[in-house]
């Protein structure tokens, strides 16, 4: 690769050119060549933190983006009494790249992952960024600090600006980050709670964070429905995401977040001034007035488009790396959608199903390597732990830690369910259920940008709305493998939103249904004799 004076990163011009270069650090203890590939370098007293910004985070990592060139950088974060030492914190970041390169780039395909690379800064520029940033940080975000001390931070392409192919730089870009989360019921026999065979995860879990104070108010959003393949009930869901996005619906415009931040402003308010930035993607043409109509009519757009994408296929996967399909109910009972036609007297259990090519397909697949729930898979976890206990080195022998290479990721392909009482089984489920959370928990990103009139496509994937034509590229983004440590806190979790909906939620409508039958017990026919 050609070098060039490294002001900030060396990339290329336009989005998603070559990766950043990393510069060596006398202050740091040496680090091996083949620790991070690619001994490219960042270096001393070039890097500027006024060229960079805040971009956002997360409860373990936070993400600066540069001004000009498209690429972020993604630090991670620690409570004030963990820190790590740096070779910890380089074999974390190593880690994650790792996982992504061998497993997940596998599982959901090679032009939806972007990997990154690991990267070493200059010790004074990232403390400088710190300082910078740290006014911007929500407050509820400030209980972990930036690591200043390693240096090491990971380098990745800005997937709000980033298409699969560039761009003229003066093409507007639209990009809306969706969290699904789960998108299946348990279908295991060994959950105990009937409730689960009938409620997602998602819906109960609603329930509990409002009254906590997570949230104020309950989503009508349901993932079932957006994983349906039935444009309908993804119309719904994508609304409903739209008009309570807590954090699961986030919308960028040029790189700047403009929609979707969680806090208590008014989504009607919102909604308008969403539309008004919307309004030129889809209707450059400028043929609709302001108010109400305009409003709808541009949200409406927004979800057509956005159900195409979703639904588009541009790469097939690992041929038959998953088979699994789906075993359990394909609606959850709490689905507002899902009420209604009830209520209606319409059959909810019609679908449309997912195309097996498209990217919500693959990660539905990849969440349902969760075969057995958290209820089984926890006494699983146990025998690993007695066995670590009992053999403590042989926790690397596992990879539990990793390395994610190929000899793992060849593991996670063995969908037995009978237990055989090994040590080896439980592992085995154990990993899969460490994937099946870390793709329940990830994020899709959909960029958008417009055709110009009188320009082929030059093979871009486009998607038609009414007006326009926009082509447009879907990535993954939050795909750090959860942690083994986290089963007992999944495990205690999920007994706790069970136990909150079915003692509060489900008993209401039980004294509901309760009353209904009483009132009709009260009331006499008396026949009289003609």
């Known amino acids: 690769m050609a070098s060039t004076p490294p002001t900030t990163l060396d990339v290329e011009d336009g989005c998603g050119g070559s990766p950043a270069r990393r510069a060596a650090s006398s202050s740091r203890p ?25 971009h956002g985070e997360g409860n373990k990592s936070l993400v600066v983006a540069h001004a000009q060139r498209c690429v972020v950088l993604r630090f991670l974060k620690f409570p004030p009494n963990k820190k790590k030492t740096s070779e910890e914190i380089l074999q974390h970041l190593q880690n994650i790249v790792d996982f992504g390169k061998n497993v997940m780039k596998d599982f959901l395909g090679e032009n939806y992952v972007h990997c990154g690379e690991v990267v070493q800064l200059p010790l004074e ?14 407050e509820s975000r400030c209980d972990k600090d930036l690591d200043t001390f390693s240096g090491y931070a990971m ?35 060994d ?89 030129p993607f889809f209707f450059p043409s400028n043929g609709l007035a302001s108010g109400p109509h305009c409003t709808k009519a541009v949200i409406r757009e927004l979800v057509h488009v956005i159900t195409r994408v979703l639904l588009s296929s541009s790469e097939k996967a690992r041929a038959g790396a998953l088979r699994l399909g789906l075993q359990g109910p394909r609606v959850c009972e709490a689905s507002p959608f899902s009420r209604s036609l009830h209520n209606q007297g319409k059959n909810t259990s019609e679908h449309s199903g997912l195309p097996k090519g498209c990217l919500l397909y693959k990660t539905l697949q990849v969440q349902m390597l969760d075969q057995l729930d958290i209820e089984g898979l926890y006494p699983l976890y146990k025998r690993v732990e007695q066995y670590l206990e009992e053999f403590p080195e042989e926790r690397k ?13 060849q593991k996670l392909l063995d969908l037995s369910t009978e237990d055989d009482g090994t040590v080896a089984f439980a592992l085995t489920k154990v990993q899969q259920y460490r994937v099946a959370m870390t793709a329940k928990d990830c994020s899709i990103m959909i960029a958008l940008s417009p055709c110009l009139q009188g320009t082929s496509s030059d093979q871009r994937p486009v998607i038609p709305s009414s007006r326009s034509r926009l082509a447009f590229s879907v990535s993954v983004l939050d795909l750090d493998l959860k942690p083994y440590e986290s089963i ?27 009353t209904r039958f009483k009132e009709h017990e009260d009331c006499t026919l008396v026949l009289h004799k003609v």
Request: aromatic letters at 10%.
């Open 155 to 189: 380098c990745l392409p800005n997937l709000t600006r980033l298409q699969t192919f560039h761009f003229a730089e003066h093409r507007p870009i639209l990009c809306v980050e969706i969290k699904p989360k789960c998108g299946f019921i348990p279908f295991s026999n």
């Open 125 to 138: 520029f990232v403390k400088q960024l710190c300082l910078k940033i740290q006014c911007e940080r929500p």
């Open 30 to 54: 040496h680090v091996p060549a083949r620790e991070v590939p690619g001994r490219r370098g960042m270096e001393e007293g070039k890097m500027d933190e006024n060229e960079w910004s805040y």
């Open 191 to 279: 959950v105990t709670h009937e409730m689960k065979h009938k409620v997602c995860r998602y819906c109960m879990h609603q329930h509990l964070k409002v009254a906590t104070g997570k949230w104020k108010k309950i989503s009508k959003y349901c993932p079932l429905d957006l994983y349906s393949g039935n444009k309908q009930r993804m119309h719904f869901a994508l609304r409903s995401l739209l008009q309570e996005t807590q954090n699961n619906l986030r919308i960028f415009k040029n790189g700047e977040l403009i929609y979707g931040c969680g806090d208590a402003r008014s989504p009607v308010a919102d909604l308008k001034e969403l539309a008004h930035h919307l309004k």
């Open 397 to 409: 022998t596992l990879q539990i830690d990793g390395p994610y290479d190929e000899v793992f990721y």
């Open 488 to 514: 007992p806190h999944q495990y205690k979790l999920d007994s706790k939103i069970v136990n909150y909906y079915s003692k509060t939620v489900h008993a209401k409508d039980d004294t509901v249904r309760s």
